[in-house]
C-alpha cells in the first residue's frame, strides 16, 4: 500500500505484520541496507525488514516523487513482472500531486569511485540533471557487452526503462533454490537464459532489456541517497552492492557533495494498491 507523505518525508516503509503485532518504520537510504546479494534489503530481518525494494525505489525516482509512506506487511516486495512498469501505471493512475515545498537536490562535487574486480561505479559532477551510463559484459552469447545512457526524466523512464524485466541464468535456478533462494522466480517474472537462448515464449521486450534492467536497478538502488541526484553515474559490469557502495563513498566525506534546494515543486501521489501479480485499482485522493 502506497501513501501520500508531507513535504520533506522522503520515502519511508512502514514494516508491519511483524511478531506480537509489531510494526517498524525504515528510512530508505544507504545506511539501512543490510543485503545487497541478490536484491537490496532494507533493515534486518530480526526487527523487520523489506527485501527487493529497488523496483519500487527506481518508480518513485523515475516519476520525480520524494515523499511517500509504503507499507507492506511481508519481508519482500511483490516482484510482479520483475519490472518497475506496474508500480509505475499503478502510480500514474492514482495520480501525482505537486507540493507547495522547496525540491532539495544532491550535486556530485567531487568524483567518487568504486572497484571490484573487473567492475566499477562512479559518481561524477554534472552541470545539470541526472545521466545514467550503464554497461555489463557477460560470458554469455545471448547478452554478451551491452551499453546504455539515458538522461533520466519521468518520460524517459516511462518510454525506455521502466518496464525491462529482471533476468536469470537456468543453470543457476536449482543451486538458488537450493539454497532457499529464488523460490518464486518463474517466467512471469524474469527472463530465463538457456545456453542457446531466452526460454521465455515471448522473447524480449528490448533488444537490450538486459543493460536496461540493470540501469532501472541503479536508478532505485541510487535513489538510497535521499534526495534527487545532479551528477552522473557511471558503471561497468556493477549491481546492488556496487550501487550502494558508490552512495557510501560519496557520503563518507562532505566535501563530495552539497545539498541544494530547487524552487520546482515537490511531488507525492494518491492512495495507490498494487496486488500481487498485476496493479490493482488505484485511486486519488480526495483534493476538495
Known amino acids: 500500500m502506497l501513501h501520500p507523505a508531507d513535504a520533506h518525508h522522503g520515502v ?4 508491519t505484520g511483524l511478531s506480537n503485532g509489531r510494526e517498524r518504520l525504515i528510512n530508505a537510504r544507504y545506511a539501512n541496507v543490510s543485503t545487497t546479494e ?5 533493515g534486518e530481518a530480526d526487527t523487520g525488514s523489506v527485501a527487493t525494494i529497488e523496483h519500487l525505489m527506481a518508480a518513485l525516482s523515475g516519476l520525480g516523487i520524494d515523499n511517500v509512506l ?10 510482479l513482472d520483475g519490472s518497475a512498469g506496474c508500480f509505475v501505471d499503478a502510480i500514474v493512475s492514482a495520480g501525482i500531486v505537486r507540493q507547495e515545498a522547496s525540491r532539495r537536490y544532491l550535486k556530485i562535487l567531487r568524483p567518487v569511485r568504486i572497484n571490484h574486480g573487473r567492475g566499477y561505479s562512479e559518481l561524477r559532477p554534472a552541470d545539470r540533471g541526472f545521466r545514467l551510463d550503464v554497461e555489463i559484459d557477460f560470458d554469455s552469447a545471448v547478452i554478451g557487452r551491452q551499453r546504455k545512457v539515458v538522461d533520466l526524466d519521468a518520460a524517459v523512464f516511462r518510454n525506455e526503462i521502466c518496464r525491462a524485466r529482471t533476468f536469470g541464468f537456468m543453470r543457476d535456478v536449482e543451486k538458488l533454490r537450493g539454497m532457499g533462494l529464488a523460490l ?7 527472463i530465463a537464459i538457456a545456453d542457446d537462448g531466452i526460454v521465455n515464449p515471448e522473447g524480449l521486450r528490448y533488444g537490450d532489456e538486459f543493460v536496461r534492467h540493470k540501469l532501472l536497478d541503479a536508478v532505485g538502488d541510487l535513489a538510497l ?9 557511471r558503471s561497468y559490469c556493477a549491481g546492488h552492492r556496487m550501487n550502494v557502495a558508490v552512495l557510501d563513498a ?15 515543486p515537490r511531488r507525492e501521489y494518491g492512495y495507490a494498491e498494487v496486488a ?7 485511486y486519488a ?3 476538495t
Open 38 to 42: 541478490l536484491c537490496t534489503v532494507l
Open 250 to 264: 560519496l557520503f563518507s566525506d562532505r566535501a563530495n557533495y552539497a545539498i541544494i534546494d530547487s524552487l520546482a
Open 285 to 287: 485522493p480526495d483534493l
Open 225 to 233: 541517497a535521499g534526495f534527487a541526484l545532479q551528477g552522473e553515474y
Open 70 to 79: 509504503a507499507e507492506i506487511d511481508g519481508p519482500e516486495m511483490p516482484i
Open 12 to 15: 519511508v516503509f512502514l514494516r
Open 184 to 190: 518464486g522466480s518463474s517466467l512471469d517474472n524474469s
Open 276 to 282: 500481487a501479480g498485476a496493479a490493482a485499482p488505484a
